[in-house]
């Protein structure tokens, strides 16, 4: 008996190893395709307040805000048999590269504008943007806090949990739909009057990175949704979260 739920284990982590691949393609396309894009059609790159400089924004957005955090997502799936803490460490190390490439994109995006006194923050696109960094700090911060850091109680992190896969969702999501609105109205821009329609090389690839991160995003939350999929809890795991929780509150009384 024992052996045929191995094989039924085995032919779901199979469907998993799939999955994965098939993630690690598309995202890797996605980043590749939004590099020759800028970097072909948009002018390069520069951080000198010219539209180089912007190019670094659309980079480091898709970058740090899709494919470093889609990658994050999957860590608990891909790293299974991982320790708990060391999955967290990787998690986490995941997040914070990509809360840098997105302070970077900012900081590009606002010098840009600054420097060619062009209005900040009155697009569509910008709101999701903005509404977006700031879910994911939200996000880091709480989750940093409480899962972790030693200290934080079960029972917090049990309610919490949920809430963070939810929001773990939407904001890859609302991502996705930065990244789409961002590509076309700078498509809009560039393309003006009706050259967009004549769908020129320069919209040809901007589409098909567009099309190639919906891929990307859909294909990581079919793996993040799939219940077999998910890592766990063993009993050893259970028995280290109260130890730091015991090592904290230690610290505390001395």
């Known amino acids: 008996m024992s052996s045929i739920n191995e094989l039924e284990d085995m032919d779901k982590l199979r469907g998993l190893s799939w999955m994965v691949a098939l993630s690690q393609g598309l995202g890797i396309t996605m980043v590749v395709l939004m590099g020759v894009w800028l970097n072909t059609y948009m002018g390069g790159f520069a951080w000198d307040g010219s539209g180089k400089e912007f190019n670094l924004h659309p980079l480091c957005t898709i970058c740090g805000m899709v494919f470093l955090y889609g990658e994050a997502a999957l860590v608990y799936r891909v790293f299974r048999q991982t320790e708990k803490l060391k999955a967290k460490i990787i998690h986490g190390?995941?997040?914070?590269?990509?809360?840098?490439?997105v302070v970077v994109g900012l900081v590009a995006v606002f010098q840009f504008h600054n420097h060619g006194h062009i209005t900040n923050m009155?697009?569509?696109?910008?709101?999701c943007g903005m509404t977006t960094v700031i879910l994911f700090c939200l996000q880091f911060l709480i989750g940093f806090l409480s899962f972790l850091l030693p200290g934080a109680r079960p029972s917090i992190r049990k309610f919490y949990l949920p809430i963070h896969q939810f929001f773990g969702g939407a904001i890859l999501v609302l991502s996705l739909v930065s990244v789409i609105s961002g590509l076309d109205e700078k498509l809009i821009f560039k393309l003006k009057g009706s050259g967009y329609s004549k769908l020129p090389p320069t919209a040809v690839i901007a589409n098909v990175c567009g099309l190639v991160s919906i891929a990307f995003v859909f294909t990581i939350l079919f793996i993040i949704q799939k219940s077999e999929w998910r890592r766990k809890s063993s009993e050893e795991e259970e028995n280290l979260s109260i130890h730091f929780r015991a090592l904290s509150q230690g610290s505390d009384t001395e």
Do not use: E, K, Q, R
């Open 93 to 101: 190390s995941l997040l914070l590269l990509a809360f840098i490439a």
């Open 122 to 127: 009155y697009s569509l696109h910008s709101w």
